[in-house]
Every structure is written in C-alpha cells, then in structure tokens.
C-alpha cells in the first residue's frame, strides 16, 4: 500500500511538474532562447516560426519543426522533458530540461513525425541518469553535463541515426 501511494505521489509531482514547466515556457515573458539566438545576429529577419506544417512564411507557434542554421537544423521539441530524481524511494526533486537536435539540412525531412518516438527514447535515457545519480549532487559539473549529453544521443540515435547532437537549452532542478 505504501509503495502504491509514493508511486501515485510521484505521478502527480510529474504530471504538475510538467504543466508548471509547460505554462511557464509557454508564457509570453519567457522568451525562446532559440529565437533569440537566431534573432541576434539579423534584426531585420523575422526568426523562423515552427509548427506542424511550415509554408516558409514564418507561420506556426514557434515548436516542433526544424529550423535553419548554416546547413544545419535544430528541432525544438514542443515541450519540456521533465525529469523526477529519486532518493530512497522518494521523489526528491525534479529537473526540467529543455533539447533540441542538431541534424544537417539533408537529415532533417521527417522529424516532426518522429516526435513521440524520439521523446520516448529521450526519457528513457533521462530517467536511466536519474536513477544512476546523474541529477543528484553537483547536477552542473562539466563531467556530468557531458555524460548527460552523450546518453541523450545514444538515446535519440536508437530512432534517428542522423541526429549530431543533443542541445541543453535550459536545465533546471526543483527540489521537493
């Protein structure tokens, strides 16, 4: 019975997690840093907006398409990965993070539609490092960062072999 109520417990700390990470990326303060990169360097150009079907005119609400850089794309996944550390049985905090894929321009046809898959396999890779204590302790240390994003490549290479890298955004971690 107790095993049954932690495992609701951390259910809920998930789901609310992800709604509290959700509203807040999607609130018009925050700001997309990926845009604002792509911005940066051309104020004349709308950056490009992303969605289900781009038409090339800047259409869409700004997730879930590739966008261009120099020969490459970067795909902004539509959410946040929300991430629960466990301690003792407990959830003990969550991290949010924030990914994009970099692909060439040639590699980058059908992303979209590999959404869900690549989000599985993303997850899986996280939940795997929260459970090795990759989120526990010192989360920002170059040695943990890099193994963090080495695993999420492993990762998002099981779905889509041509994806070069895995981007973080945004890392955060919420303690309980």
Same mark, same amino acid.
Request: net charge neutral.
């Given at each position: 019975?107790?095993?049954?109520?932690?495992?609701?417990?951390?259910?809920?700390?998930?789901?609310?997690?992800?709604?509290?990470?959700?509203?807040?990326?999607?609130?018009?303060?925050?700001?997309?840093?990926?845009?604002?990169?792509?911005?940066?360097?051309?104020?004349?150009?709308?950056?490009?907006?992303?969605?289900?079907?781009?038409?090339?005119?800047?259409?869409?609400?700004?997730?879930?398409?590739?966008?261009?850089?120099?020969?490459?794309?970067?795909?902004?996944?539509?959410?946040?990965?929300?991430?629960?550390?466990?301690?003792?049985?407990?959830?003990?905090?969550?991290?949010? $993070?924030?990914?994009? !894929?970099? %692909?060439?321009?040639?590699? +980058?046809?059908?992303?979209? @539609?590999?959404? #869900?898959?690549?989000?599985?396999?993303? $997850?899986?890779?996280? !939940?795997? %490092?929260?459970?090795?204590? +990759?989120?526990?302790?010192? @989360?920002?240390? #170059?040695?943990?960062?890099?193994?963090?994003?080495?695993?999420? !490549?492993?990762?998002?290479?099981?779905?889509?072999?041509?994806?070069?890298?895995?981007?973080?955004?945004?890392?955060?971690?919420?303690?309980?």
């Amino acid at each position: 019975m107790k095993n049954i109520i932690s495992a609701v417990i951390m259910i809920v700390f998930v789901v609310g997690g992800a709604v509290a990470a959700d509203f807040l990326k999607s609130s018009p303060s925050s700001g997309h840093a990926s845009q604002a990169a792509s911005s940066a360097n051309d104020s004349h150009h709308k950056p490009e907006k992303k969605g289900k079907k781009s038409s090339g005119h800047g259409e869409g609400d700004g997730h879930g398409e590739p966008k261009s850089k120099g020969g490459k794309y970067y795909y902004d996944f539509s959410r946040q990965f929300v991430v629960p550390v466990m301690e003792k049985g407990k959830v003990s905090a969550l991290v949010i $993070m924030d990914l994009n !894929l970099e %692909l060439d321009q040639s590699d +980058a046809d059908g992303v979209y @539609m590999l959404e #869900p898959k690549l989000r599985d396999a993303l $997850m899986r890779g996280l !939940l795997s %490092l929260s459970n090795q204590g +990759a989120f526990s302790g010192q @989360m920002t240390s #170059p040695e943990k960062y890099e193994v963090v994003q080495k695993e999420l !490549l492993k990762a998002a290479r099981t779905v889509k072999d041509e994806v070069q890298n895995v981007l973080i955004l945004d890392i955060a971690r919420q303690d309980q």
